[in-house]
């Protein structure tokens, strides 16, 4: 079974604070691909990266960085410098290519606010 | 516009009537996905397609529930009977025919309530 989890609900911060997510993952899958999307207050999904099992490589765009560590088999999420745009929930999720294909398995997500 | 659109973006519905909903994906997307969710979750995966075909279906999905591709393009999502546990933000993604691990395109959602 696959299951993604985000232990912080709620996040409040005040605008340019760093901010971090948390991200845990399970899988058996060897070969599985992690996720982040910002759902806004609109309520649609937004992609922001895609990481698969064999690229421990951290990222950085921009404000937005991801650290990914399969030994704690964690990918989380750091936003430098925050903005009230940055308000949103955001979800991490994953899929494992040999049990579940395309399938999407999502955490709660994080309600992040950033106050002005 | 070329992203996934939904429609409609909101449904009122009373007990026991039975709705459908339809997604349009982006037009060059094999795959199509639908997800529900409900108030402070996650999407929760209910069923995809490639093409015409429906390749998985969750347990979430129960004989009340039915989704249809017939020509690999829109899909539609049927729940007869409805009940109020049903009321939940409905989700259509798309995505393009390749190896697992594809970024999905959602689109804005079909929010329905039933009274």
């Known amino acids: 079974a696959q299951k993604v989890t985000q232990a912080q609900t709620e996040i409040s911060v005040v605008e340019k604070e760093d901010v971090t997510l948390d991200c845990v993952y399970e899988?058996?899958?060897?070969?599985?691909?992690l996720f982040w999307y910002k759902q806004p207050p609109s309520g649609e999904l937004v992609f922001l990266i895609r990481?698969?099992?064999?690229?421990?490589q951290n990222e950085i765009s921009g404000r937005y960085s991801w650290n990914f560590q399969k030994s704690t088999s964690s990918f989380n999420f750091t936003i430098t410098a925050s903005q009230v745009v940055d308000s949103a929930v955001y979800f991490c999720?994953?899929?494992?290519?040999?049990?579940?294909?395309?399938?999407?398995?999502f955490g709660e997500g994080t309600q992040l606010t950033v106050n002005p | 516009d070329t992203g996934v659109s939904q429609n409609p973006r909101h449904k009122i519905t009373k007990r026991g009537q039975n709705v459908t909903f339809r997604c349009d994906p982006i037009?060059?997307?094999?795959?199509l996905y639908w997800y529900r969710q409900t108030l402070g979750q996650g999407p929760e995966f209910l069923t995809y397609f490639q093409n015409e075909a429906q390749l998985e279906k969750s347990r979430l999905l129960s004989d009340r529930f039915s989704a249809e591709r017939p020509k690999g393009s829109f899909s539609t999502l049927e729940i007869q009977r409805t009940e109020q546990g049903d009321s939940a933000m409905y989700l259509c993604a798309s995505s393009p025919l390749s190896l697992a691990g594809d970024e999905q395109f959602f689109g804005p959602g079909t929010r329905l309530t039933v009274l």
């Open positions: 999720a994953l899929s494992g290519k040999e049990t579940s294909g395309s399938r999407l398995t």
């Open positions: 990481r698969n099992s064999f690229d421990e």
């Open positions: 037009s060059e997307h094999n795959r």
């Open positions: 899988t058996r899958d060897t070969t599985y691909y």
